[in-house]
Every structure is written in C-alpha cells, then in structure tokens.
C-alpha cells in the first residue's frame, strides 16, 4: 500500500500545504515537523515560482518571499530529503511545470524519488497535456496528483478515471485563498468522480475555519488547508511553528471527527 493510500486509510484526511522558503528553509523544516506532530496525515510542499497563476495573493506573496530569500528548487529538494529522514507521512510537491522543467524533468523528478516524495500536482498543466509527466512521474515512482474543478464538467470522469494517488478537488472558481462561504456542490462533484474510481478525493481552496474543513470532510475523504496557513506564516515569521501547530491541531481535530 502506498503512503498516500495509507493516510486516508480509515479516516478522513488532513492536509496542509506551506511555501517552502517563507521566511526561510529552516523555518519550513520546523513547521513541516510541527503540522505531523499535529495531526497532518498528507503535506503539500509548494516549490515557489515567479508566475503561480493559480495563486491568489497570500501565497503570490509567500512565493515572492521566498524567492528573495535565495530558495530554490535545487535547496528544497534537499530540505525534503532531510525531512524524510524524521517523517512518515506522505509528502507531495506542488508547483508550476516551468520550475520542473527549467530544473530538467528527469533530475528534479529522480532527486525527488531519493528524497522519498510521492507525488506532484502542477495545477497549470491541464489533462489534455499531462502525458510527458504522467509517464516520467510513473517511471520514477510519483504520483501525478489530477485536479477536478467545477468548470470540469464532461471531463470529470475522463480525469478521475486516469487519477494517481488522490484526487484534488478544487472547491471554487478562481484562484486559491481563504474564503468565508464554499458554494459550490461539491456532493455532485464527488459523486461523478466516484462513478469511476474509488481513489480518495480531498477538498481544497479556501477552507480556513475548523467547521468548513469539517464539512469538506464529510463531503468527501479530506480537507485541503494553504492561505489560511501561509497567511499565519507571513505573520509570525521565525515564530511561526508554534503558531501553526495550533491552528494544526485545530483543523486536523475537527476533520479526523467526522466518520
């Protein structure tokens, strides 16, 4: 059984995403170590880049930051191995295909096979073009995390059926952030993504209070949490870990109670 399988085994799961490098390398170690010891059962690590499109301003900024600080792909993947070293749970790498590419498709995805990652969402490659990654994903080991939005449509069971790992549904239009109300039915969205594969499905943009992370929950098999906690990051700095374990705790607690 893979590790992803394995954390949305017999419960719903919790999974935070964070900006590698904000405020700095060190500092992600510690948060990353913080949010497992606090009941993430999946961690998004995003690699920054210059252009994240589908970014709304808190993590724009987060990646901004980070770039300025001197990170790159080159030191985050090597924070990953470290942090292989101490953590059990899955890891996953979000980030744009220009970074994989610009680094060279084959090394970044054989660096990040050493340093243990399960898989990779690149949110701006679009089904129609996800062959050349799917296959070198496949190859080294990783899996290519497919994402379902509301604007999916007829090409939502076309994407489940071919998804690895889990599927990311996408709970509003637009970019990500924290959000006070999710409209969308995701019931439908997952009911369509079910008539084609039993992969787990997780929720994620714009779910920042414990209650919303619940209900995506219940609504499927795992809540997604980014601005909500790269925000908190921008405000405490070096001082973060504490803070977002807190918050982790929070969240983790209100999804893993929902059966």
């Known amino acids: 059984m893979s590790r992803i399988h394995e954390a949305f085994e017999n419960k719903k799961a919790f999974i935070p995403f964070i900006t590698c490098g904000d405020p700095d390398l060190e500092t992600t170690a510690a948060i990353v170590k913080a949010m497992v010891q606090n009941g993430a059962d999946l961690i998004e690590l995003g690699i920054p880049f210059s252009d994240p499109t589908a970014e709304g301003p808190v993590i724009q900024e987060a990646d901004n930051r980070a770039l300025k600080g001197g990170v790159n792909t080159e030191k985050i993947l090597a924070v990953a191995k ?3 070293k101490e953590i059990s749970v899955p890891m996953v790498f979000m ?10 498709a084959e090394k970044f995805l054989s660096v990040a096979k050493e340093a243990e990652i399960d898989g990779l969402i690149l949110p701006d490659v679009p089904f129609e073009e996800k062959e ?20 999916s449509k007829e090409r939502i069971r076309m994407i489940a059926k071919e ?18 109300q999710i409209n969308t039915d995701i019931a439908s969205l997952i009911s369509e993504v079910r008539a ?14 414990p209650e919303q992370a ?8 795992g809540a997604i949490v980014g601005s909500a906690i790269v925000r908190i990051i921008a405000e405490h700095g070096k001082d973060s870990p504490e803070a977002v374990a807190t918050f982790v705790k929070e969240m983790s607690t209100a999804v893993h109670q929902i059966r």
């Open 132 to 151: 050349e990654f799917a296959s070198l994903c496949e190859e080294y080991g990783l899996d290519l995390i497919s994402m379902i939005a509301p604007t």
């Open 196 to 209: 084609v594969t039993d992969l787990p499905c997780a929720v994620g943009f714009g779910i920042s209070a």
């Open 214 to 221: 619940a209900r995506m929950a219940s609504l499927s098999d």
């Open 163 to 180: 998804a690895k790992g889990f599927l990311y549904v996408v709970s509003s239009l637009g970019v990500t952030g924290v959000r006070s």
């Open 95 to 104: 980030t744009y295909a220009n970074v994989v590419y610009s680094y060279g």
């Open 82 to 84: 470290e942090l292989r």
